[in-house]
């Protein structure tokens, strides 16, 4: 039976039961609203990228380290893994340094004078090779410019060898397959 099936004072009691449980459920820190939102991070403390590329390098200050976590924790949860690529300390869990490199990507669909990050990527080296270990970009942002420039802007800073490590979305399988990249860079799973 649909609420506007119901009578005013039903109808009516049933809303302000909704809204007492919104209020305790939905804003808390903890609540739905932190588990369900896709940000994307203003970075007033940040210098803009210059027109025509995204890169914007975050390994070295830990504000922007922890946008690329929570970016990591958004890749976790879409492909459904249990622990995010990416932790912003700067040791790791057994006390080593964290020698990942991290980048965040300015959106390209929303204007501002300052940087909004809209997407991260984690890149490592391995036996002397630079590899890709993951990247993300917000929903709003995929299919436009975005991951375009923020490819460019990986192979201008790294070369145009490095590794791409799976596991790969379709969604970046059919990228790397429109833009030429050498299937032997890439991994072959898929998620």
Wanted: overall charge positive; proline content about 6%.
């Amino acid at each position: 039976m649909s609420l506007n099936d119901l009578p005013a004072v039903t109808r009516k009691a049933i809303i302000a039961e909704r809204r007492e449980e919104l209020a305790a459920w939905w804003p808390r820190a903890d609540g739905a609203g932190a588990r369900t939102t896709i940000k994307m991070y203003p970075l007033l403390y940040a210098d803009k990228p210059e027109y025509g590329h995204a890169l914007i390098r975050a390994t070295d200050d830990m504000r922007l380290r922890k946008v690329a976590e929570a970016f990591g924790r958004c890749w976790r949860r879409e492909l459904g893994y249990d622990f995010p690529p990416f932790d912003a300390s700067f040791v790791d869990y057994e006390g080593n340094p964290n020698k990942a490199e991290v980048v965040l990507f300015n959106a390209q669909e929303t204007m501002a004078t300052f940087p909004i990050a809209a997407g991260a990527a984690g890149l490592s080296t391995r036996e002397g090779r630079r590899q890709l270990d993951w990247i993300w970009l917000h929903p709003f942002e995929r299919g436009r410019q975005l991951m375009t420039l923020a490819w460019s802007d990986l192979e201008s800073r790294y070369g145009n060898d490095f590794l791409i490590q799976p596991p790969l979305s379709h969604a970046m399988r059919g990228f790397l397959e429109k833009r030429g990249v050498d299937r032997g860079r890439w991994g072959d799973q898929v998620k």
